[in-house]
C-alpha cells in the first residue's frame, strides 16, 4: 500500500507541472488509481515520459476535434445559428 501511494502522489505532482491546459484534458479522463497500481518498479522518469505523452495525446485529440467541429460550421453555418437562439 505503501508503494502504491507513493506512486500515486508522484504521477499526481508529474501532473500538476505540466500546464494547466494539458492537464485538464488529461486528467479528466485518466484513472490515476489505476495507474498508480499497473506501474509498480517504474521509476519517476518513466513516470513522467507517460504522463508527458500522454497529456500530448490528449492535447492533439482535442485539437482534432475542434477541426472537426470548425469544418462542420463551415459544410453547415446554418447549424451554428439554430443553436445561438
Do not use: W
Request: glycine share 4%; net charge negative; hydrophobic share 45%.
Amino acid at each position: 500500500m505503501e508503494i502504491f501511494l507513493q506512486l500515486y502522489l508522484l504521477i499526481l505532482c508529474i501532473l500538476l507541472s505540466v500546464p494547466l491546459k494539458c492537464m485538464y484534458v488529461c486528467v479528466q479522463d485518466v484513472d490515476l488509481i489505476y495507474l498508480a497500481n499497473v506501474t509498480h518498479g517504474f521509476s519517476g522518469a518513466d513516470l513522467t515520459e507517460i504522463c508527458q505523452r500522454a497529456c500530448k495525446l490528449a492535447i492533439r485529440m482535442s485539437i482534432e476535434a475542434e477541426i472537426r467541429n470548425e469544418r462542420m460550421r463551415q459544410q453547415n453555418p446554418d447549424a451554428d445559428m439554430v443553436g445561438d437562439r
